[in-house]
């Protein structure tokens, strides 16, 4: 398990794991706890391959708070930041963090008890020796965990930083008629004209369904992915060889359970485009809720839809001219409504693709909270002063 039990009131027990062989064994619980959670950032097999391609395998630790009976209630991955400049704070990130991947990130706690676990959780986190602050990334501030934690670091008093940021997720309709009806005229004639320009252009779509085809496909990705950066003149992040081994742990697990959404845009043998993504099914075990409802996590209430978050795409920029980008996305949209999804997740970042599906922001900030420590205090208060 790691570190040894802390009593934390309400029943509750503060653990520590350390390192991922820990985290790992924990997964079964870690997973039950994220059906409140929006998907997949915060889910075990995310984040232990997100940790074993870019942390050291003894870097990354957790903190597990326990009910009376000994069941997972509460759970917080993390890992310290490499180290920085001498003056710079000590800071713990969520164990998918760092390298611009993860989005959503927060506790997870059992609904209902977020309030005690969340106090629980920072109560352990102000005793980690060497530790300044915590960083949350776009963790939605919508969410009960997150509101939890906002209210008990005021109630604390520990400093706060909150950086906004911009997450738009789409509403889909039962049929993909109907979600392009819900779309401006301009939009709805463009997508349909790209769906038509696969059969004009004697190109075809499909999804990777088996295991000998995830390799290959993966690096169609790539190289179709960092096309558009060398053209700029830039590497781009699959140069990264720590990002190509994330990539392939993660999908060869979402592929084993039925999730992942890989597809490609394919003439005579070669990808032109293609688009990654994974599907969760609607939370709660209830039925798929409509399209009001897809802009709300499911930690913010109500029942998460079936959702498809979109992670990466690519396309050849040789045949740009007409858009296979465009063109495998309306297929792959396409399919989804086919298979129940109802919500696009396209994750952090705005770009007018994702206004013209019908994203809406659903409200998320990077939280940086400074821990009881003086150093921590003085560095907030001079940024404060400083309007940093």
Request: charged share 25%.
């Given at each position: 398990m790691g570190g040894g039990l802390s009593p934390a009131g309400d029943g509750l027990t503060v653990a520590r794991c350390s390192g991922l062989a820990a985290l790992a064994r924990e997964s079964a619980g870690w997973q039950r706890l994220c059906a409140d959670a929006m998907p997949p950032c915060n889910e075990p097999a995310w984040t232990l391959a997100h940790a074993a391609a870019f942390r050291g395998a003894d870097d990354v630790f957790a903190l597990a708070v326990r009910?009376?009976?000994?069941?997972?209630?509460?759970?917080?991955?993390?890992?310290?930041?490499?180290?920085?400049?001498?003056?710079?704070?000590?800071?713990?990130?969520?164990?998918?963090?760092?390298?611009?991947?993860?989005?959503?990130?927060?506790?997870?706690?059992?609904?209902?008890?977020?309030?005690?676990?969340?106090?629980?959780?920072?109560?352990?986190?102000?005793?980690?020796?060497?530790?300044?602050?915590?960083?949350?990334?776009?963790?939605?501030?919508?969410?009960?965990?997150?509101?939890?934690?906002l209210d008990a670091v005021a109630?604390?008093?520990?400093?706060?930083?909150?950086?906004?940021?911009?997450?738009?997720?789409?509403?889909?309709?039962?049929?993909?008629?109907?979600?392009?009806?819900?779309?401006?005229?301009?939009?709805?004639?463009?997508?349909?004209?790209?769906?038509?320009?696969?059969?004009?252009?004697?190109?075809?779509?499909?999804?990777?369904?088996?295991?000998?085809?995830?390799?290959?496909?993966?690096?169609?990705?790539?190289?179709?992915?960092?096309?558009?950066?060398?053209?700029e003149g830039r590497p781009g992040s699959f140069a990264d060889a720590r990002r190509r081994a994330f990539y392939a742990r993660w999908t060869a697990d979402a592929l084993a359970a039925g999730r992942l959404r890989l597809?490609?845009?394919?003439?005579?043998?070669?990808?032109?485009?293609?688009?990654?993504?994974?599907?969760?099914?609607?939370?709660?075990?209830?039925?798929?809720?409509?399209?009001?409802?897809?802009?709300?996590?499911?930690?913010?209430?109500?029942?998460?839809?079936?959702?498809?978050?979109?992670?990466?795409?690519?396309?050849?920029p040789r045949e740009s001219e007409w858009r296979p980008a465009t063109a495998l996305r309306a297929w792959a949209v396409r399919a989804l409504c086919e298979q129940g999804v109802r919500q696009l997740d396209f994750q952090e970042g705005d770009a007018p693709h994702k206004r013209d599906w019908g994203g809406v922001e659903v409200p998320c900030e990077t939280l940086v909270v400074a821990l009881p420590r003086w150093r921590a205090r003085a560095e907030f208060a001079l940024r404060a002063r400083l309007g940093r």
């Open positions: 009910d009376e009976r000994g069941e997972l209630v509460g759970w917080l991955p993390l890992a310290r930041e490499p180290g920085r400049a001498w003056w710079a704070l000590r800071r713990a990130r969520h164990a998918a963090d760092g390298h611009f991947d993860s989005e959503m990130l927060e506790p997870l706690c059992a609904r209902g008890r977020e309030r005690e676990i969340v106090a629980a959780l920072l109560t352990a986190l102000a005793r980690e020796r060497g530790l300044h602050a915590l960083v949350l990334s776009c963790a939605p501030v919508g969410s009960a965990p997150t509101r939890a934690l109630a604390r008093g520990w400093p706060l930083r909150r950086e906004p940021r911009t997450y738009l997720v789409a509403p889909l309709e039962p049929s993909f008629e109907e979600t392009l009806a819900k779309l401006r005229s301009r939009v709805r004639s463009k997508l349909r004209q790209a769906l038509r320009s696969i059969d004009e252009r004697g190109a075809r779509a499909r999804f990777v369904e088996r295991a000998d085809e995830l390799a290959p496909a993966l690096d169609a990705l790539y190289e179709l992915h960092q096309a558009r950066w060398n053209a597809a490609l845009l394919e003439r005579d043998g070669r990808a032109l485009a293609a688009q990654i993504g994974i599907a969760t099914p609607a939370s709660n075990g209830a039925a798929t809720p409509g399209a009001s409802d897809a802009a709300t996590p499911a930690s913010s209430g109500g029942a998460r839809p079936s959702t498809y978050t979109q992670i990466q795409e690519g396309y050849d």
